[in-house]
């Protein structure tokens, strides 16, 4: 640790403080959008699902107003046919009241009884112009109904077009919500890509350049004789100086990294596809990957690393890093993984 700190001091300026205080201030703010994308998601969504009660109800207000006006128009049309009907009466009746009237003046027939029917015909008329001012009367009635129905379905469709809008305005919010969330999760993938590079770059500086030491991709990977026996769990001396050496770079590391980052070191215990003796302590590969991956993950416990931080999964051989049974192949095989990952 002592010789880490010099070499430290020796490359200049410690920019971390800095750095650190610049990303907390960053992750800070990614979870101010988190909040406020969840609470306007949570909000717009009550108001779509009040919209969405609001056209419904608009539809079936639609659908009955339309039914009214149909039936107003029926209404309309016999009306317009039996004032249509009484029209054609009244002029009957009038053309035979002339024609009587001219009989009378001419003197023929007799006159008591032609103004008998003057009388009969003159009060019928009364009457038929009466109901034909009924009819009109009824007719203006269902004009100004269906006006009013008319006004009605338009307000109607104009609160269903502005409503339409408010909820388009609304998806629009929500998408630019997202791509700013996709954001922010991409910005905290490149953070903790970069703690992870850093950690692999402190463990080649700590760890001795072995062969059976190496990287592949995003992990740290041990050969199985490094630390254990052959068919063992129990970690050997020289693995346990190892061990030593990657709790000190995690610990240090977990100082650094942001709480704010839900972040693990998952160890990954894997063997060769040989089956092991039926009288040995482990019944198959899976359990003695299992029991390598916990033994390690005991160990850093041990030394300080949190638990919490710390996952342990056996693979048996069913995950080899190298196809094919040689004895070479079987070596790379017999591993442990290290994968600093998100939780």
Known sequence: MALAKNR??????????????????????????????????FVLSREIS???????????????????????????????????????????????????QSLLD????????????????????????????????????????????????AAVESALQASEAKDQASQARIADLGRRLNVALAQ????????????????????????????????????????????????NPAGLDEMRKLAGALIELAREIPPEINWVLRVDGHTDNVPLAGTGRYADNWELSSARATSVVKYLMSQGVPADRLVAAGFGEYQPLVPGNTPEARAQ???????????
């Open 8 to 41: 430290r001091r020796e490359r200049g300026v410690d920019y971390w403080p800095g750095f650190v205080d610049a990303l907390s201030t960053l992750l800070l703010a990614v979870m101010f959008l988190l909040t406020v994308f969840v609470l306007a998601q």
């Open 50 to 100: 009040g919209r969405d009660e609001v056209l419904i109800r608009l539809n079936s207000q639609i659908a009955e107003l339309t039914e009214l006006l149909a039936l107003e128009k029926g209404g309309k049309q016999d009306l317009e046919d039996s004032l249509a009907a009484l029209q054609s009466s009244l002029s009957t009746s009038e053309r035979e009241r002339s024609r009587l």
């Open 106 to 153: 001419a003197g023929t027939g007799s006159a008591g009884a032609a103004d008998q029917r003057i009388s009969s015909l003159s009060g019928e008329l009364s009457q038929q112009r009466e109901i034909s001012e009924r009819a009109m009367s009824q007719v203006e009635l269902l004009n100004q109904q269906i006006a009013a129905l008319r006004a009605q379905i």
């Open 188 to 235: 905290k993938v490149q953070e903790l890509n970069r703690y992870r590079s850093d950690f692999f770059g402190r463990l080649r500086e700590i760890l001795s350049d072995r062969e059976n030491i190496r990287i592949v991709g995003d992990r740290f990977v041990f050969q199985s004789e490094v630390l254990f026996p052959s068919g063992a769990a129990d970690i």
């Open 333 to 343: 095989n017999r591993r442990i993984e290290f994968k600093l990952t998100e939780r």
